[in-house]
Structure formats: structure tokens, C-alpha cells
């Protein structure tokens, strides 16, 4: 066998997890398709700790370790064979997942309820539990895979995990915004795909370590990073290629919408960034930065405004989550090119990635938030909200909640990743990125607003309500909403963990 | 011996060919449905067994040459379905029999 | 030239075919084929690459090969869920295309690829 | 050898001009039957760059599965074609998309013409590492072993596409039968010949199998050959789709999956690894793998052309 092993050293000791990490879900789908639809749910419930308890076991495993955990598949090494690898981004978004789709399935429960023993299996809960442990499986295979073509099936299986999703009422809206979201996602797919296969005639290997290392700067590298960029961007729907994002996130179920707006968009956002921080470091040239960060501020502005015209609150949160997808990629200019502004870099890329992890927890609890109005008015039609705030007051709490980390109003995850954002562009001297950064804060605040203001006023009469709101589901919302807002209470070196791993990392210190 | 078979091979393949060439030809030249069928399956049924026939001497021992034989009744049988079911779905009174 | 350069050259004006029949059709069930058409293409050029590779008395990398067989089948996969979402939704609506059944407030633009 | 290079470009020309042919024809029907002849030309292109493997997988599902699938499909449709035609793109678009098409595959193009010297391979890893596995053919090395991981992740895709067919039908019809019910012909050539194709099938699906070990071949195209079968047997109306809320039919749909995910966690306590062989039992385990996989891979097939339920049971 050539002498081929990953850079970071033999396979480490609990390697283990990271095989469970995927296994588990990919387990739990196939029984509870073999075992029918009454054992789904519980199938899922069982499921659901042992893979938090996972994803804790590696987080904390990477963070004793202080560096990545790798295990090698079947024992045949890269580049013959495949490895998985948590460092310490993976580990972050692995727990991230793991507490939105737990509490997603917490969540669903009411409406997922299996069939009682006897009665014949039905459909919606039979799909939508296959479908949150299928997406689960393919996010944990995102994260950890360390072989692009791998991260390609990984990818796929995403994707059909996630349109069904989408459609699972079965409405006309419904069904053309899934097919729209399908037609976007293998476009996207057969772009990624195209790279990889470029990236293989170029050096032989798929491994990520292995291509960090060997990787030039030649025509072949840039067309297929190229490539695969637009093709993850089709399926992260960064603008202009965000239009089938809102009718599919705003037509899907409650706890199908907090789990594709929270992290399924974050899967294909991942891989970008493993592109161009771990497999070409240093290849990613400003210009071609500066675009993307151009595409990400189009995105803010544009999905903010669109968000405070929407007059149906699902549809509002579904372009808020075009708006903040954007700020996801102001981070490239500002993370780029490590060298002497190393502070910078370290800074621009935690804000970022801290973006994706406290947008996914503010995200889900808003449209959970919205699923519980929704369920209790019988609409969600945001001129009809008066009076909500008072019968509903910790559901609306946790809205508001939300919103702030979507507005980075301090203290909240929100806030620290958009002020590491704007400290980086003042330090870059790119101050019109900062400019962006508070402009959207503001429309964010405008759009929230827009919700807030017509929840917290109206009669002092309680409302008479379509259908009782248990009150352990406002709870579950209210911990996510908490959960966005504590990120930002952890002392800035805690997120040092996100740097644990990478490849060809400036050598920085997060202040 | 093995020139002689050669040659044989050669001939039977590039008759073979021909009948191939003229049921094409017959494909886009008929004027109808019916006659544009009688032309190709003509072309599969002589093309192909004279190109099995052409080959058989150079199969890879009696496995091979049965593999072939296979391919060329298999080939027979598909084509004389498909024209059956193409004839009946063009004929004036429908797909029903 | 060799064939492997020629395919290859079949393979990338394939990609652009399919990339233009992706975006330009309005049916569904064209911009499925055209998918196809491009994945086609992908393969091809993904094929080319494993024969260049060919070493060790094989007549080309085996483990492109092996990724390639692995993309057919996901591809297929894929037409298979877009072909049922397109058949559901003609039953729904009575239509297949996806141009005037947005919902309100979507604000589908003409360039719906 | 020039002859053979003509002849090459002789069936990229003609490769080119049906996929062009396909793109561009009106009707939706005439440009699936287009795309079923441009999947076997490409199933030659693949012999002619000696992937032989990939050649058998194209022809069976990139081409024949698909193109059943489109055809019943575009036979559906036909009712929207006339409404459809009338939504012509606008001349901006088609000519803005045409320029940069044409980008991409210039781009495609200068990359082919510039090779990069020598060509970056795994052929001699793959081929030192086979004695280990047991196989003859690398290409189901890499599948079933060196990349094994990839394969099982695959299974799960198709799982998951049957799945998302059938989470498109109707509640009401949930558990019923997926896709129409052919009536019964009774004297037909389809009958006839689904009375008589089966049982070579069935024996040309199984050899496919078992030579995949050592030769081109393997679990997909053999199971691809197993669902046609059934496929054709359905078509006639001699035999009907089973209801999705079977047990048996559930537990034959993930049957390979599962037995594969078993056999990958037994690597943990008997080989080193999770989906590692332990030494000299490669080939059997690889076996004892794709034989139920063939079987599901078959039945997903057969199922995903199906479509979702349609008819109570």
C-alpha cells in the first residue's frame, strides 16, 4: 500500500464516533422503513439522545484533544480509500445539528403522531421521521467527510432528504416549489460534480488533507473550484440564486422549515468553506472574494426588503433567511489570504461561521415560533397577529428573541458573529462591507418589527384560539431562541475550538 | 485455416453490414409506418445474424460462441415484439388488439 | 489526438448543451432530460480522465470508473424523484410547468433556473 | 489507427448531433426517444474508452431504466404539450444561456487539450491492493471495498428516492399499489414475450452478478436486468405491483442495505475497522453483501420506475 497517510497522523482512538455519528441515523432510517410507519416515531425518539450524546462525545473529544479526530474506512487509507475527520468546525456544526433536529422531532411530535397499535400506518408521520433522521445522517456525512466525491453522495442524499420535506402536505405550492428546489439542487449537484471530477485528473485524489497539500494554482484547479463553487451557491440559494427558497421553506411544516432553514442550507455553505480554506487555501484571490461578498450584500439588502413586504409571516422568515444567508459569505474577503492580517482573518472567519451556527438556532425557533401562531390563529397572516403577544407570550418572546440575534443586537450569538464581521472589515480596510453589516441590521430590525408590533398591541381580550398550544413546545422554542442568544455570552477564546484542524491556518489569536 | 476463417469473418460482416445499411436507408426512404417497420426488422434479423454468424469463428472457445448465438435470438425476439406492438398501435383501428 | 481527447471534447460541448436546455426549457420534464444530457457529459469527461490513467495493465482508473457508476445510479435516482414530483403536480393542476403556480408574494422572475 | 480515431470521432459526431437533436426538438416525446438513443451511444463511447463496467451500467440504467421512466412519463404528459409549447423562452435568455454554454464548454475544452503529464492515477494501487479483496475485477474493488463506504451511502440514496416517490401520493392512497394497472392481454406479443424473456432474464441477471467478481458486471447491472424483467411482466398486466405497505416488500427494499451496514459494523469486532474484511474472508463477505443488494437494487428499480401509490389495494 502507498505510503499515503493523512498529514494529522494515524487514526485516533475514538475515531469511532465519527462512524456512529452517520451510522446511527442511516440505521434508524432504513429500520423504520422496514418496521413501518408505527415504529418511526419511536425509532426516532430513541434515536435522537444517542446521537446528541455522539455529537457531545466528539465535540468534547476534539476540544481534550486540541486537534482533529480522523478515522480511516475499511483500513484502506487515502487516497484508495476514504477517511472521516471532525476538527474542530465539524465538531460545532455536528452538536449545532444535533440540538436543532432534536429539537425539530421534539417539536413535530404533536403533529407526527404515529398511528395507534391497529390502525394501518399513515403517510406524513412514516415520511417526515425517515426524512429528519435521512437529513440528519447527510448533514453529520457533510461535515465529516473528508473525500469530496463522498461529500457529493453525502450531498445528494441532503437533497432527497430535504425535497420531500418540502411537500409533505402534498399542495399544488408545495409541489411546484419542491420540483423548483430539486431542479436548483442537481443542477448544483452535477456542477460539484463536475469539479470534482476535474480536481481528480489534476492530482490524483479526492482526500481533502491530501488536496490541501498538493493543490497549485493552475487553470484546471481554478475552473473546477469555480465550478463547484456555483454549484454549492445554487444549493446554499445564496442571490441571485436564491428563488426557490422561500415557497419551499415557507410551504414545509413547522419543524420541516426550522430544520432546512437552520442547517440544511448550511450543508452546501460548509462545503464552500471547506473548499476554500482547507482544500485550496490561499487560492482564493480577493476579486473573486470581493464577488462573492458583492452576491452576499445583494442578498441582504434584496431578501431584507422582500422579507418586509411579505404579508404572510412564514414567507417573511423564509426571505430573512435569503438576507442572512448573505452575510455568511462577507466573511471570504475578510478571512481570505491570511499573511500579516492574520487577527483579521481568524476574527472574519469565527464571525462567520458563528453566523451560520446562531442563525440556525434563531432560525429554527422563529419558524417554530411561527408554526405554534400559525397553529393557534389558523393563518399566518401577519396583519391578523394582534392580540398574539398577549395569549401567546412566551412563543412571541422567543420570535423577539430571534430576531435580535438576526439584528446582532447584544448580547447575542448574532451580535458577536456581526461585530467580529465589521472589527475584521474596519481592520481590512473594507469599510463598505461594514456599512452593509449595518444597514441589514437595521432592515432586519425593520422586519421584525413589522411582526412584533402588531403581536405586542390589539385587544386586552384573550384571543379564542383554533387549537390549544401545548406548552412544552413554546418551551422547546424558547430554549432554542435562549440558546442563540447565550452564544454570545461565551467568552470569545471558547470559539478558538472552531479553529482546531484546519489546514494552512494563519497562525492567529482570537482577541 | 485461420486466414480462411478470417476471410470468412470479413465477408459475413460486411454483408452484414450492407443489409444494416439498407434497412436504414429503408427507415428514412419508406413512405409509411408499416413499410418503414418491414425494412428495419428485415436489417436486424439478416444484419445481425450475419454479423454473429461472421464472429462466431473468432468466440472465445464454446461459452463465447453460445453468448453470441444468445445475443442474436434475444435480439430476434425484442425486435420481432417491438414490431408487432408498433404495427398494432399504428393500424387505424388502435392499440387494442 | 487520441480517442480519449476526442470524448473529452464530446463530453465538454455536452455539458454546454445540457447546461442550455437546463435553463432555457420551461417544462419540467425537458430540463429533467437535459439533467440527464449534462450528467451525461460530466460522466464522459470524468471517463476521459480515468483513461488517461490507465496503468498497471488496466485500460483505465478504475476508481473514476467506480465514482462514475456510483453517479449514474444517484442521477438516476434523481429522475426518478423529479419525474414523480412532475406527474403529482399535473395531477394536482392539470399542468407540468412551474411558471404560474408560485404563491402569492413569491415573485417568481422569468428566469425560474 | 487512424481508422479507429475516425471511427471515434465519427460516434462523437453522432453523439453530439442526438444529444443536440434532443435538446432542441419540439415535441417532449420525440426528445426522450432522442435520449434514449444518446444514453447507448454513450454506452459505446464507454467501450470505446475500455470502461466496459461503466459501459454495462450506462446502457442498463442511464439509458434503459431512465428512458422507460421518461417514456412513461412523456406518454402521460402528452396532454400538456400544447399548453407547454406555447411558453417559448424569450430570444434574450436563450441567447444570454447560448454565450455562456458555450463559456463553460470552451473552458471544458481548453482543459481537455491541455493534459496535465503524466495523468495523476490510482490503477496501480488498486491493482497492488486486490489480492487482499479476493476480486478479479478492480472496479468492484473499489466499489465494494476500497470505497465501499460510498457504495453503502448510495444504497441509502435509493432508499431515500423510493421513499420521497412515495411520500407523493395522496393520503387516502397510501399503502395502495404504486403506478396504473396494465390490463391483462391475453394473446399479445407483450405477453408472450414476457412469458418467455423472464426466465433467461432472471439467469442473464444472476451470471451478471457472479462474474462482476472477476469480469465487467456486478450487483447494479445485474439488478438492473432483474427489474426489467419484472417491469416487463407488469407492462403485459400478467402480474401487478405489489401494495407499498407490505412487510415483505419492505424488508426486500432494505434487505441489501442492511445486510451491507451489518457486514460494515462487524468490521469493527472481527477486522480492524468498520467495513474492513477480516484477512481471507473478503470475497465471501463481498458476496454475502451483494447478493441481497442485487435483490434490493432490483425491486427499488422496479419500484422508483413504478412511481408513487395509485390505486387502493
Keep these: ?511 | 485455416m485461420s486466414l480462411a476463417l478470417d476471410i470468412f469473418t470479413v465477408v459475413a460482416i460486411s454483408v452484414g453490414a450492407f443489409f444494416f445499411l439498407a434497412g436504414t436507408v429503408g427507415l428514412l426512404r419508406f413512405p409509411d409506418a408499416l413499410t418503414r417497420l418491414h425494412a428495419l426488422t428485415k436489417a436486424d434479423n439478416l444484419g445481425l445474424g450475419l454479423v454473429v454468424l461472421g464472429l462466431l469463428p473468432q468466440a472465445a472457445g464454446l461459452p463465447g460462441a453460445l453468448k453470441l448465438v444468445s445475443i442474436w435470438l434475444l435480439a430476434q425476439l425484442a425486435g420481432a415484439t417491438v414490431a408487432q406492438l408498433i404495427a398494432r398501435a399504428v393500424r387505424p383501428g388502435g392499440p387494442q388488439a | 489526438m487520441s480517442a480519449a481527447t476526442v470524448f473529452g471534447l464530446c463530453g465538454a460541448a455536452l455539458v454546454g448543451l445540457g447546461l442550455y436546455g437546463l435553463v432555457v426549457h420551461s417544462e419540467p420534464l425537458r430540463k429533467i432530460l437535459a439533467f440527464n444530457l449534462l450528467g451525461g457529459g460530466v460522466f464522459l469527461l470524468f471517463g476521459v480522465i480515468a483513461r488517461r490513467g490507465a496503468a498497471a495493465g488496466l485500460g483505465g482508473d478504475p476508481v473514476p470508473q467506480a465514482l462514475i457508476i456510483t453517479g449514474i445510479v444517484v442521477a438516476f435516482s434523481a429522475t426518478a424523484l423529479a419525474v414523480a414530483l412532475v406527474l403529482r403536480l399535473f395531477q394536482e393542476t392539470g399542468r407540468a410547468t412551474l411558471r404560474s403556480d408560485a404563491p402569492v408574494g413569491a415573485r417568481v422572475t422569468d428566469t425560474d433556473s | 489507427m487512424t481508422l479507429a480515431l475516425a471511427i471515434d470521432a465519427g460516434l462523437a459526431v453522432l453523439v453530439l448531433a442526438v444529444a443536440t437533436w434532443t435538446i432542441a426538438v419540439r415535441k417532449t416525446f420525440a426528445a426522450v426517444v432522442g435520449f434514449v438513443s444518446y444514453g447507448l451511444l454513450l454506452a459505446l463511447v464507454w467501450v470505446r474508452l475500455l470502461a466496459v463496467d461503466v459501459a454495462l451500467t450506462e446502457a442498463a440504467i442511464g439509458s434503459g431504466v431512465t428512458g422507460v421512466l421518461l417514456l412513461a412519463a412523456a406518454a402521460r404528459l402528452r396532454p400538456t404539450e400544447k399548453g407547454a409549447a406555447a411558453e417559448q423562452p424569450g430570444a434574450a435568455l436563450c441567447f444570454v444561456t447560448a454565450i455562456l454554454s458555450a463559456v463553460v464548454s470552451a473552458g471544458l475544452a481548453a482543459l481537455v487539450l491541455l493534459p496535465t503529464n503524466p495523468a495523476p492515477t490510482l490503477a496501480q494501487a488498486a491493482v497492488a491492493n486486490l489480492p487482499a479483496t479476493g476480486l478479479g475485477n478492480s472496479v468492484t474493488a473499489v466499489l465494494l471495498a476500497y470505497r465501499a463506504w460510498d457504495t453503502l451511502l448510495e444504497k441509502v440514496v435509493l432508499v431515500l428516492a423510493l421513499l420521497g416517490v412515495w411520500s407523493l401520493a395522496p393520503d387516502a392512497l397510501w399503502g395502495g399499489r404504486p403506478g396504473p394497472r396494465y390490463p391483462a392481454q391475453r394473446d399479445g406479443a407483450l405477453v408472450f414475450l414476457a412469458q418467455l424473456l423472464p426466465p433467461v432474464g432472471i439467469v442473464v441477471g444472476i451470471y451478471m452478478l457472479w462474474v462482476g467478481a472477476n469480469e465487467p458486471g456486478g450487483a447494479f447491472q445485474g439488478s438492473t436486468i432483474l427489474a426489467a424483467m419484472w417491469i416487463l411482466v407488469v407492462m403485459a398486466g400478467l402480474g401487478d405491483a405489489p401494495p407499498v405497505g407490505r412487510r415483505w416488500l419492505r424488508l426486500v427494499l432494505v434487505a441489501g442495505p442492511m445486510v451491507f451496514l451489518a457486514v460494515g459494523l462487524s468490521g469493527f469486532a472481527i477486522a480492524e475497522a468498520f467495513l474492513a474484511y477480516p484477512v481471507g474472508y473478503a470475497k465471501p463477505l463481498i458476496i454475502l453483501i451483494e447478493v441481497p443488494l442485487t435483490l434490493s437494487i432490483a425491486a427499488t428499480l422496479g419500484l422508483l420506475v413504478a412511481g408513487p401509490p395509485e390505486r387502493a389495494e
Excluded at chain 1, 473550484?225 to 415557497?247: I, Q
Excluded at chain 1, 472574494?289 to 458583492?294: G, H, K, M, S, T
Excluded at chain 1, 401562531?373 to 401577519?382: M, Y
Design chain 1, 1 to 511: 500500500m502507498p505510503p499515503t497517510l493523512a498529514p494529522d497522523g494515524a487514526a485516533t482512538a475514538n475515531g469511532f464516533l465519527l462512524v456512529l455519528a452517520i451510522v446511527l441515523p442511516v440505521a434508524g432510517v432504513l429500520l423504520s422503513f422496514a418496521l413501518a410507519g408505527r415504529h418511526a416515531e419511536r425509532i426516532a425518539l430513541v434515536l435522537m439522545p444517542a446521537g446528541l450524546g455522539v455529537a457531545v462525545a466528539i465535540f468534547t473529544g476534539v476540544w481534550r484533544a486540541g486537534r482533529p479526530l480522523l478515522y480511516i474506512m475499511g483500513g484502506w487509507d487515502p487516497p484508495l480509500g476514504l477517511a472521516l475527520r471532525a476538527d474542530g468546525l465539524s465538531a460545532a456544526m455536528l452538536l449545532t445539528t444535533a440540538v436543532v433536529i432534536c429539537a425539530a422531532g421534539l417539536f413535530a411530535r404533536a403533529e407526527f403522531r404515529a398511528p395507534r397499535p391497529g390502525q394501518p400506518e399513515a403517510r406524513a408521520p412514516f415520511v417526515f421521521w425517515g426524512f429528519l433522521l435521512a437529513v440528519w445522517a447527510a448533514l453529520n456525512a457533510v461535515f465529516l467527510g473528508n473525500d469530496l466525491f463522498n461529500l457529493y453522495v453525502a450531498l445528494e442524499i441532503l437533497t432527497f432528504g430535504a425535497v420531500p420535506l418540502v411537500c409533505l402536505d402534498g399542495r399544488a405550492e408545495t409541489l411546484a416549489a419542491a420540483l423548483r428546489y430539486l431542479l436548483f439542487a442537481l443542477l448544483g449537484s452535477v456542477l460539484y460534480l463536475l469539479g470534482t471530477a476535474l480536481l481528480y485528473g489534476a492530482y490524483g485524489t479526492l482526500d481533502i488533507v491530501l488536496l490541501s497539500g498538493r493543490v497549485r494554482a493552475d487553470a484546471a484547479t481554478l475552473v473546477a473550484a469555480a465550478l463547484m463553487t456555483v454549484g454549492l451557491l445554487a444549493k446554499t440559494a445564496l442571490f441571485p440564486l436564491h428563488l426557490w427558497l422561500p415557497p419551499a421553506h415557507a410551504g414545509a411544516p413547522a419543524a420541516a422549515s426550522a430544520v432546512l432553514s437552520a442547517l440544511v442550507v448550511k450543508g452546501s455553505f460548509f462545503l464552500i468553506v471547506r473548499l476554500w480554506f482547507d482544500v485550496m487555501p490561499g487560492l482564493l484571490s480577493q476579486m473573486a472574494a470581493q464577488v462573492l461578498a458583492a452576491l452576499g450584500a445583494a442578498a441582504i439588502l434584496f431578501g431584507s426588503v422582500l422579507a418586509l413586504r411579505q404579508a404572510r409571516l412564514k414567507l417573511l422568515i423564509a426571505y430573512s433567511t435569503v438576507a442572512q444567508i448573505g452575510y455568511l459569505f462577507l466573511m471570504f474577503p475578510l478571512a481570505a489570504g491570511g499573511g500579516s492580517a492574520a487577527f483579521g482573518s481568524v476574527g472574519a472567519w469565527t464571525g462567520g461561521m458563528l453566523q451560520a451556527i446562531s442563525h440556525a438556532f434563531a432560525k429554527a425557533a422563529m419558524f417554530m415560533a411561527a408554526g405554534l401562531i400559525t397553529r393557534a390563529l389558523g393563518h399566518d397572516r401577519i396583519a391578523g397577529l394582534a392580540g398574539i403577544g398577549r395569549t401567546l407570550p412566551m412563543t412571541v418572546f422567543a420570535f423577539g428573541l430571534g430576531g435580535l440575534s438576526l439584528m446582532g443586537v447584544p448580547p447575542s450569538g448574532g451580535f458577536v458573529a456581526k461585530w467580529l464581521l465589521l472589527t475584521a472589515a474596519i481592520d481590512r480596510g473594507q469599510w463598505w462591507w461594514a456599512l452593509v453589516i449595518v444597514a441589514g441590521g437595521m432592515f432586519t430590525g425593520g422586519y421584525v418589527f413589522r411582526v412584533l408590533a402588531p403581536a405586542l398591541t390589539g385587544p386586552n381580550d384573550p384571543l379564542t384560539l383554533c387549537a390549544p398550544v401545548e406548552r412544552h413546545r413554546e418551551a422547546l422554542v424558547l430554549a432554542l431562541a435562549l440558546l442563540s442568544v447565550l452564544l454570545g455570552l461565551l467568552p470569545l477564546a471558547s470559539f478558538g475550538i472552531l479553529q482546531i484542524g484546519r489546514l494552512n491556518i494563519p497562525t492567529g489569536v482570537l482577541r
